[in-house]
Nanobody, 115 residues
Framework: QVQLVESGGGLVQAGGSLRLSCAAS????????AGWFRQAPGKQRELVAR???????NYADSVKGRFTISRDNAKTTMYLQMNSLKPEDTGVYFC?????????WGEGTLVTVSE
């Protein structure tokens, strides 16, 4: 059974940093596309950052230069380092991994950035 569990969210002031983690069980990230998405109140879920099957890194324009996606050597945990946070970064952050037949999602972790 595949399970993704996000952690690391919280309340931070603008300009601060947070590091999100996504721990996987039942699946590993190696050779699979995976990423972080976020959903702000009243808005659709959007892609924040992703790692492709070829290990290329892609970022939303709004987070380029501030966020960094990575995964550990054992390929069981994925991270999102978020620096210079802005109030518009507020939302629930979800990790995602592409399986063979379906995508898998965690339940999300809330990030709140105050002025």
């Amino acid at each position: 059974q595949v399970q993704l569990v996000e952690s690391g969210g919280g309340l931070v002031q603008a300009g601060g940093s947070l590091r999100l983690s996504c721990a996987a069980s039942g699946i590993i990230f190696r050779n699979r596309a995976a990423g972080w998405f976020r959903q702000a109140p009243g808005k659709q879920r959007e892609l924040v950052a992703r790692i492709t099957t070829g290990d290329s890194l892609n970022y939303a324009d709004s987070v380029k230069g501030r966020f960094t996606i990575s995964r550990d050597n054992a390929k069981t945990t994925m991270y999102l380092q978020m620096n210079s946070l802005k109030p518009e970064d507020t939302g629930v952050y979800f990790c995602n991994i592409q399986g063979i037949l379906k995508d898998y999602w965690g339940e999300g972790t809330l990030v709140t950035v105050s002025e």
